[in-house]
């Protein structure tokens, strides 16, 4: 069994940074990458980004050059660094781990975290 929990949301004003983090815990030997999803109100999931045991990383189009994903193994966790946040980065983010290593991480989910980007 495996657990992720996030942590680090809030409310922040446009222009601003905010980092989330993921911890993992359990049965961590599954987990050979991990991801960040998000979903605004009325709106279908969509991934953020994505990292592998390998190091390779996936950013979605609208936040490439913003977002920057890492994991510290030796803590398992995962970290996701916002910066330049935008009103429509507002969403609920979810943290997903995956023992395949896919790039579009689905097996395990945390909670949500809410995101907030607003004056």
């Known amino acids: 069994q495996v657990q992720l929990v996030e942590s680090g949301g809030g409310l922040v004003q446009p222009g601003g940074s905010l980092r989330l983090s993921c911890a993992a815990s359990?049965?961590?030997?599954?987990?050979?990458?991990m991801g960040w999803y998000r979903q605004a109100p009325g709106k279908e999931r969509e991934l953020v980004a994505a990292?592998?045991?390998?190091?390779?990383?996936k950013y979605a189009d609208s936040v490439k050059g913003r977002f920057t994903i890492s994991r510290d193994s030796a803590k398992n966790t995962a970290y996701l660094q916002m910066n330049s946040l935008k009103p429509e980065d507002t969403a609920v983010y979810y943290c997903?781990?995956?023992?395949?290593?896919?790039?579009?991480?689905?097996?395990?989910w945390g909670q949500g975290t809410q995101v907030t980007v607003s004056s």
């Open positions: 990292i592998n045991n390998g190091g390779s990383t």
């Open positions: 359990g049965s961590i030997f599954r987990i050979n990458a």
């Open positions: 997903a781990g995956d023992w395949s290593g896919s790039l579009r991480p689905n097996n395990y």
